[in-house]
């Protein structure tokens, strides 16, 4: 077996494989012998696909990562013929006929499909712990939290099953399991990246797929593959300039970057992830950026509102999208009650409900627009809080009786109270991705630091509308400065 398959990033791989020291059936094996070895402790890959990726294997390979492992996550990326459940128990045994043409586009690259990864129901809260699925643990520490929903994804990089993996995010999905697992991730501008058929708009325009990784240069390289409308796209963003990878090579010149480590859309920050958006903006200051603490002004009790009332909106009509699909009426016990209730929410929700979120996410966007022509970039912590312990976000008895009362008595009062509450403190520990979902701009999450039990806190650099170029450019420089590829959780198995 290849030993040194942990020592390299996607494309090393791929050069290996090219060069022919290696063959793509060694990568395959060496994936599937780790994923056997340690996935039964994580829970990080809910189906495989072995046989498929040894039979991809004998086609001719091509494109940048030629014969690299790969994993797709278990929501929103169609894999003809495989499971796509979105950890769903209603979407037990649903399999599309089509690959999405993202997935067309991982496997033009070269990528070998070797399974899929765990995310939590629908994708809507930012852990991974599924009642269908199970839970995902984190590989730093197991009594913690990957993140979500890209956990799935997440673990099984950190871990070394694979070097890279699919995920999406529609409210800091990559980002938030890329701080909590030590990894680079970038969630690009809104419609850089196609979505799947079956989506359109995708919460509103939120969500944008990418790819979490080990490495700078393999999301850049990622990027490069995948970007570009498909047909019939609803939006649409200006091409790059260049390819994403030369923009490693490319100083990125001295940068004006805003940095704060105030809560964007909760209360409080944790005094570890104060110190690691302040030693991110010490190090940026020493590599001949101009550093200032600002931060936009936000009404952040209206956005949280209108971002839950567009989630449940979209809720409503993936739950109705699932019995489509199913070919039966989807009824409470067929998914968790928190995304029922969302979906009761949503399905009460008026036209103007509606209306006044969209208003909301649209004056967001021109309001940040605003503060970034003071800046070009803006600091913050990933998280607010560092990855939170397993069962955080579990109902209590009081919590689980008010659903239940929801679910038999859905008066629309009733659930604008919930709504309401719900905006209170939901986002207490994840409050600092979901501005740039609602905004459209790229952001990412970059590993810069480690607190004192050993748990990765990373930080948050967003950029104007359509400047990954600008992300990929400092990342590189960072990831020089600080490199972080040789940090890994401590083997378990």
């Not at 809080?385 to 929801?406: I, K, M, N, R, W």
Request: aromatic fraction near 8%; charge should be negative.
């Amino acid at each position: 077996m290849f030993q040194e398959y942990e020592n390299y990033d996607g494309l090393g791989l791929a050069e290996l494989v090219r060069d022919g020291k290696v063959q793509a059936t060694d990568l395959v094996d060496c994936a599937i012998k780790r994923i056997e070895a340690r996935n039964p402790r994580l829970n990080a890959v809910v189906h495989k696909m072995y046989d498929q990726a040894l039979a991809a294997c004998r086609q001719p390979l091509e494109g940048p990562f030629a014969g690299v492992p790969f994993l797709v996550k278990d929501l929103l990326a169609a894999v003809a013929g495989e499971p796509l459940t979105a950890s769903c128990a209603f979407l037990d045994g649903f399999k599309p006929g089509y690959d999405s043409e993202l997935v067309r586009r991982y496997k033009r690259c070269g990528l070998i499909l070797l399974g899929k990864t765990n995310s939590p129901e629908f994708g809507v809260m930012p852990i991974t712990e599924s009642a269908f699925r199970g839970a995902t643990l984190n590989p730093w520490n197991p009594n913690h939290t990957p993140g979500g929903s890209s956990g799935g994804a997440a673990a099984a990089v950190a871990a070394g099953l694979v070097p890279l993996a699919h995920g999406n995010d529609g409210g800091g999905s990559i980002r938030i399991p890329a701080s909590c697992c030590g990894l680079f991730g970038l969630k690009p501008t809104r419609g850089r990246n196609p979505l799947d058929v079956s989506l359109c708009e995708g919460w509103g325009g939120f969500v944008q797929d990418h790819v979490l990784t080990r490495s700078v240069r393999d999301s850049a390289a990622a990027l490069d593959a995948t970007h570009g409308p498909d047909s019939g796209a609803p939006f649409h963003v200006p091409p790059p300039e260049r390819p994403y990878l030369d923009e490693l090579a490319r100083e990125p010149g001295p940068l004006r970057i805003a940095f704060s480590s105030k809560s964007l859309f909760g209360n409080s920050t944790h005094p570890d992830c104060v110190a690691a958006v302040e030693d991110a903006a010490k190090l940026c200051q020493s590599l001949g950026h101009q550093v200032e603490e600002a931060s936009p002004d936000i009404d952040k009790a209206y956005l949280i509102r209108s971002y839950l009332m567009m989630i449940a909106v979209d809720t409503a009509q993936m739950i109705e999208a699932a019995g489509q699909a199913m070919s039966r009426t989807p009824t409470a016990d067929g998914f968790e009650a928190q995304t029922w209730t969302l979906g009761l929410i949503g399905r009460k929700a008026n036209a103007t409900d509606y209306a006044e979120a969209i208003e909301a996410t649209r004056m967001a966007a021109r309001g940040l627009a605003g503060f970034f022509e003071g800046c070009d970039l803006f600091l913050t912590p990933t998280l607010a809080h560092p990855p939170v312990s397993l069962g955080y976000f579990d109902l209590t008895a009081s919590e689980s009786l008010q659903l239940a009362v929801l679910r038999r008595y859905p008066v629309k009062a009733l659930l604008d109270k919930a709504l309401d509450e719900l905006s209170k403190d939901v986002f207490e520990a994840t409050a600092n991705t979901m501005l740039f979902n609602m905004t459209g701009q790229p952001a990412m999450s970059v590993p810069l630091c480690w607190n004192g039990a050993g748990l990765p806190i990373g930080v948050q650099f967003a950029a104007r509308f359509g400047e990954e170029a600008r992300l990929f450019s400092l990342a590189g420089q960072l990831e020089t400065a600080r490199p972080w590829f040789n940090k890994r959780p401590p083997k378990r198995g």
